[in-house]
């Protein structure tokens, strides 16, 4: 029984060790190249929680309200309630404790940067980053005018933006606190 144990791991660490060689002698495939500065520019769109990096542009609720009307409102609803297509975004605020929590933008994200950040990246969902930075900042203001986050007459900018106090602000725990100081 001893030998058949010792001839059993050696036999395992033999095979680790073939297996260590042979994969060294195989050459990664070569695929693709590595990217140019200008490609990692224009794929570096992250937004943190600071507004560090926003791009330049402005845009109001009430050119907010149409853009949203015309890109938004078919998977969102006409005022952000939702629709079985796409998420509620406004309402909620306060319900989060409660028995019937109710995410959306305005009761559950902490920070405005990020939903510029996200909706620059990922909307429409049927055409991703086709927003001019303008029109982002513009459906920002709308949605968060819709819960009176901002007022109805705010422009969004780099500036004002990072300002907004979302009412989920404190409802999280930052792990890394060296790492996102809004």
């Known amino acids: 029984?001893?030998?058949?144990?010792?001839?059993?791991?050696?036999?395992?660490?033999?095979?680790?060790?073939?297996?260590?060689?042979?994969?060294?002698?195989?050459?990664?495939?070569?695929?693709?190249?590595?990217?140019?500065?200008?490609?990692?520019?224009?794929?570096?769109?992250?937004?943190?929680?600071?507004?560090?990096?926003?791009?330049?542009?402005?845009?109001?609720?009430?050119?907010?309200?149409?853009?949203?009307?015309?890109?938004?409102?078919?998977?969102?609803?006409?005022?952000?309630?939702?629709?079985?297509?796409?998420?509620?975004?406004?309402?909620?605020v306060g319900t989060l404790a409660s028995a019937n929590p109710v995410k959306t933008v305005s009761s559950y994200w902490p920070y405005a940067t990020t939903l510029f950040d996200y909706i620059r990246r990922a909307m429409p969902i049927t055409n991703p980053q086709s927003l001019q930075n303008d029109e982002v900042y513009a459906v920002v203001a709308y949605i968060l005018s819709i819960d009176n986050i901002v007022p109805k007459d705010v422009v969004m900018d780099a500036q004002s933006l990072p300002k907004v106090q979302m009412p989920n602000r404190n409802g999280f725990i930052n792990w890394e606190p060296r790492l996102i100081r809004p």
């Open 1 to 92: 029984m001893f030998m058949f144990r010792t001839g059993f791991a050696g036999a395992a660490v033999l095979s680790f060790v073939c297996a260590g060689a042979f994969a060294a002698e195989i050459a990664p495939p070569k695929l693709g190249r590595p990217a140019t500065p200008d490609e990692v520019a224009k794929a570096d769109i992250s937004i943190p929680p600071d507004g560090k990096g926003l791009p330049p542009g402005s845009g109001s609720v009430a050119q907010g309200a149409q853009i949203f009307q015309a890109k938004c409102s078919a998977c969102h609803g006409a005022n952000g309630q939702g629709t079985p297509n796409g998420d509620r975004l406004v309402g909620g």
